[in-house]
């Protein structure tokens, strides 16, 4: 993670790299919700939308929560 982190800041970008243990979607949610974020980029194992329903997103919850917009790579 220090080689993205100096990368990023090479080109002027101020990465915060957090770890937290818990419920990943509570923990993201609740981290992004207690300060002044202007985006959280996550992964996206890509579930088939079944799966997805019975088994919920860490992505969708985040999206559905988040008070900044979350941007989902695959």
Known sequence: ???YKKVALEKN????FILEIGNPANM????VNS?????V??????????KEL???SVSMKVIH???CPVLVVR
């Not at 980029?41 to 079944?50: A, F, I, K, N, Q």
């Open 35 to 39: 300060k002044d974020y202007d985006l």
């Open 28 to 31: 993201i949610t609740e981290v």
């Open 1 to 3: 993670m220090e080689e």
């Open 54 to 56: 019975f088994l919920g």
């Open 13 to 16: 970008i101020h990465p915060e």
């Open 41 to 50: 980029v996550l992964g996206t194992r890509g579930m088939s939308p079944v």
């Open 65 to 67: 929560h988040a008070k």
